[in-house]
């Protein structure tokens, strides 16, 4: 029997992104804590919590690949968690207008324990035009992107806050580098193509 995949995350970006290789997978909430480790770097935060989600839903499912994910941005050195709220979500937009944000996004690829384990970290820079409080007031109000890192939607109507994104890859703003990870699929035997003919 050919292995699952399961996807270690709850969100509905990720899950959407993942859909787009027309593999079977199924979704599992990893449940792990997300707390931040005084002194530790943007990227090592990511790849520690794509690696910690994807190892909990694999302790459950030893058998099958599980893809864990987590994204971490920056703007002046302070990290923009997913704002939660209208107020947090104008503040982080306030504090990125004119600046670069950049944004760690991590995927491990996870199978067995001992586990197989293919790790990834994509590094992407947003640079935000200078952006008017009116702005973002109306933004904030017709996108309400208060579950995204950084506060705004790169797939929606948050483009039109941006001067330039800076990647390898596109689609790692959204949570899920789809180039590395159908890479990575390939490797183990997932290919999203199917397999080579004879």
Known sequence: MAPRLYLASTSRYRATQLERLGLPFSIEAPEVNEATIAGEAPRDRARRLAGAKAAAVSSRHPKDWVLGSDQVAVCAGRIHDKPGSAHHCQVQLRASSGQAVEFHTAVALMCGHPAAVHEHVDYTIVRFRRVTDHEIARYVERERPFDCAGGFRCEGLGVTLFEAVETLDPT?????????????????GLDPLGPDQA
Do not use: D, E
């Open 172 to 188: 790692a703003l959204v949570g899920l580098p789809l180039i590395w990870v159908a890479q990575a699929l390939r490797a183990v």
